[in-house]
């Protein structure tokens, strides 16, 4: 899987290989096969790379902003 951007590309991975992908105010979780399962957008950019919490919740923050996609 690759993906091609002209914005920087910030990922963390699952242990089944999934990604949680910040590209701008996106963030993506990937499929091994590089399908989308979900995507949340933000009215910012997101400045931190994905963090997996041990539920599966992923957190990711833009400077004023911290979210959490479940």
């Known amino acids: 899987w690759s993906s091609a ?3 920087p590309l ?3 991975a699952f242990a ?3 990604l949680a992908v910040i590209r701008g105010s996106e963030l993506q979780i990937v ?3 590089g399908s989308i399962k979900q995507s ?8 931190t ?4 919490g041990p539920d599966g919740a992923v957190w990711v923050a833009s400077a004023r902003t911290l979210y959490v996609a479940r």
């Open 5 to 7: 951007s002209t914005l």
């Open 10 to 12: 910030r990922a963390t």
């Open 16 to 18: 089944d290989g999934t």
């Open 31 to 33: 499929a091994n096969d």
């Open 40 to 47: 949340l957008r933000a009215a910012e950019e997101l400045t």
């Open 49 to 52: 790379y994905p963090a997996i």
